[in-house]
């Protein structure tokens, strides 16, 4: 059979995308080659969001045309749609695909004929991504993504159910419902349909919710503006969605959002947050924080760390500053030191653990269902998960609850998981031993 190696770097769509080319060389056969043996064709899905996504292809081609001598290298995602000249001069390099709506036809140059359907499985993955669009419309003036990624375009929500039951079918009891903006999902094809009404995120939700079976999905980033009235009503009516939400807040000081161009200030994204906590029972919320804005303040960054407090945020994703060329941001004045910067990043770090450990706490005596992903680490007689309010969860098992779906009692919690015992009768609740008696005593347990 013919031998190939996939790597990608970045986000979730980017995961999703190269799954669909997997399933598509595995059609054509190819096999995925093995850690000493050498690919004939490699395939490289690249990120360009900070610079270091940009040095980290860079690095990953030349690797690959080292200890894959001959290979044909096909280079696709946001790097390569940003500079596809500097990306095809490096080694091995067969052809760069700025535009992934073109990858059958490039593929087809290749020997490769496929239609890309759709994925039916995620190898290695306890959680599966399913894209539902592609594109961004907004001018935020950090992001490059709407340069490389320009335009909307979503899939059909008849296509996106299919995919879905395909993942379900294949053993995934958590889908990840993902896009660049997904909150923009049916925009493109609402708009002069006669005589149809307009089918958006929310009217998807409720579509894939009427899929029976003891399985759960979750959403990645949604903006806070998109909020709305609709969408709460129909997050709160569903039985297979998660109760954890990403409203990405990017900065909670409003004269920051406004030089960044966000849609909002502080105060309405804390309104957003509040509606969801009105309607739904303690949601857990996350958030991706930019740090070190040009011109940010020392005064705007206690407003960050306040908004942050004021919403309840159990996980932050923080991110330094990285000026991206062809960006408003990039040529801003004032860029922030790199040590007040790092300062800063210390700061919010302790902030979420803080917050986390706040949010876990609130969870005791709650009943959680856990995605187990397998033996916790150092802890014998210990499983490990994420809940459904993406809380990481501890609690007596054995490697045979791997990509289950288990209800627990959470019964203690630290900033970093939150602990439990099992509410299901199955064997390893049984075999628990001391860990499981220690679970069940009002003794504490190490964290």
Same mark, same amino acid.
């Given at each position: 059979?013919?031998?190939?190696?996939?790597?990608?770097?970045?986000?979730?769509?980017?995961?999703?995308?190269?799954?669909?080319?997997?399933?598509?060389?595995?059609?054509?056969?190819?096999?995925?080659?093995?850690?000493?043996?050498?690919?004939?064709?490699?395939?490289?899905?690249?990120?360009?969001?900070?610079?270091?996504?940009?040095?980290?292809?860079?690095?990953?081609?030349?690797?690959?045309?080292?200890?894959? =001598?001959?290979?044909?290298? &096909?280079?696709?995602?946001?790097? %390569?749609?940003? @500079?596809? /000249?500097? $990306? *095809?001069?490096?080694?091995?390099?067969?052809?760069?695909?700025?535009?992934?709506?073109?990858?059958?036809?490039?593929?087809?140059?290749?020997?490769?004929?496929?239609?890309?359907?759709?994925?039916?499985?995620?190898?290695?993955?306890?959680?599966?991504?399913?894209?539902?669009?592609?594109?961004?419309?907004?001018?935020?003036?950090?992001?490059?993504?709407?340069?490389?990624?320009?335009?909307?375009?979503?899939?059909?929500?008849?296509?996106?159910?299919?995919?879905?039951?395909?993942?379900?079918?294949?053993?995934?009891?958590?889908?990840?419902?993902?896009?660049?903006?997904?909150?923009?999902?049916?925009?493109?094809?609402?708009?002069?349909?006669?005589?149809?009404?307009?089918?958006?995120?929310?009217?998807?939700?409720?579509?894939?919710?009427?899929?029976?079976? =003891?399985?759960?999905?979750? &959403?990645?980033?949604?903006?806070? %503006?998109?909020? @709305?009235? /609709?969408? $709460? *009503?129909?997050?709160?009516?569903?039985?297979?969605?998660?109760?954890?939400?990403?409203?990405?807040?990017?900065?909670?000081?409003?004269?920051?959002?406004?030089?960044?161009?966000?849609?909002?200030?502080?105060?309405?994204?804390?309104?957003?947050?509040?509606?969801?906590?009105?309607?739904?029972?303690?949601?857990?919320?996350?958030?991706?924080?930019?740090?070190?804005?040009?011109?940010?303040?020392?005064?705007?960054?206690?407003?960050?760390?306040?908004?942050?407090?004021?919403?309840?945020?159990?996980?932050?994703?923080?991110?330094?500053?990285?000026?991206?060329?062809?960006?408003?941001?990039?040529?801003?004045?004032?860029?922030?030191?790199?040590?007040?910067?790092?300062?800063?990043?210390?700061?919010?770090?302790?902030?979420?653990?803080?917050?986390?450990?706040?949010?876990?706490?609130?969870?005791?005596?709650?009943?959680?269902?856990?995605?187990?992903?397998?033996?916790?680490?150092?802890?014998?007689?210990?499983?490990?998960?994420?809940?459904?309010?993406?809380?990481?969860?501890?609690?007596?098992?054995?490697?045979?609850?791997?990509?289950?779906?288990?209800?627990?009692?959470?019964?203690?919690?630290?900033?970093?998981?939150?602990?439990?015992?099992?509410?299901?009768?199955?064997?390893?609740?049984?075999?628990?031993?001391?860990?499981?008696?220690?679970?069940?005593?009002?003794?504490?347990?190490?964290?």
């Amino acid at each position: 059979m013919k031998t190939c190696r996939l790597v990608t770097l970045g986000c979730k769509v980017n995961q999703y995308e190269t799954q669909l080319v997997r399933e598509a060389l595995e059609r054509q056969g190819y096999r995925e080659a093995q850690d000493e043996e050498v690919a004939e064709l490699c395939v490289v899905n690249t990120c360009t969001v900070t610079s270091n996504g940009d040095s980290r292809s860079r690095q990953v081609i030349r690797q690959l045309a080292k200890q894959n =001598p001959g290979t044909r290298t &096909l280079v696709m995602g946001c790097y %390569a749609t940003r @500079d596809p /000249d500097a $990306v *095809a001069k490096l080694p091995s390099v067969a052809e760069v695909i700025t535009d992934k709506r073109e990858l059958p036809d490039i593929l087809a140059r290749h020997g490769i004929y496929d239609d890309l359907p759709g994925i039916s499985r995620f190898p290695g993955r306890k959680r599966a991504y399913v894209k539902l669009q592609d594109g961004c419309i907004l001018r935020c003036s950090y992001c490059i993504i709407p340069q490389v990624r320009p335009g909307l375009h979503s899939r059909s929500p008849e296509e996106i159910e299919a995919e879905v039951r395909r993942l379900l079918d294949s053993g995934h009891q958590e889908l990840i419902l993902t896009g660049i903006h997904i909150g923009h999902y049916g925009v493109d094809t609402s708009r002069g349909r006669s005589g149809k009404p307009p089918f958006r995120l929310w009217h998807l939700i409720q579509r894939l919710d009427r899929i029976p079976g =003891p399985w759960r999905m979750r &959403l990645s980033s949604i903006e806070a %503006a998109e909020i @709305d009235n /609709d969408f $709460v *009503a129909a997050a709160a009516d569903t039985e297979h969605l998660c109760p954890h939400f990403h409203p990405a807040l990017q900065s909670g000081s409003t004269t920051v959002l406004r030089r960044m161009r966000r849609r909002y200030t502080a105060e309405k994204f804390l309104s957003s947050v509040e509606t969801l906590k009105a309607r739904l029972n303690e949601p857990g919320l996350t958030t991706d924080i930019i740090v070190g804005f040009p011109g940010e303040t020392d005064v705007e960054f206690r407003q960050t760390v306040a908004t942050c407090q004021q919403a309840g945020f159990h996980k932050l994703h923080i991110f330094p500053f990285s000026p991206r060329k062809g960006t408003p941001a990039a040529d801003y004045a004032e860029q922030v030191p790199g040590e007040v910067v790092n300062s800063r990043v210390n700061e919010l770090q302790r902030v979420e653990a803080e917050l986390a450990g706040r949010y876990h706490e609130r969870l005791i005596g709650r009943t959680l269902q856990v995605l187990v992903e397998g033996v916790a680490p150092d802890q014998p007689g210990m499983v490990l998960g994420t809940d459904e309010r993406y809380a990481t969860v501890l609690f007596p098992g054995s490697d045979l609850d791997a990509n289950r779906l288990i209800s627990v009692r959470a019964i203690s919690a630290t900033s970093q998981c939150v602990y439990a015992e099992r509410i299901d009768e199955t064997p390893a609740v049984r075999e628990g031993g001391e860990q499981c008696r220690l679970m069940n005593s009002s003794q504490p347990l190490s964290p």
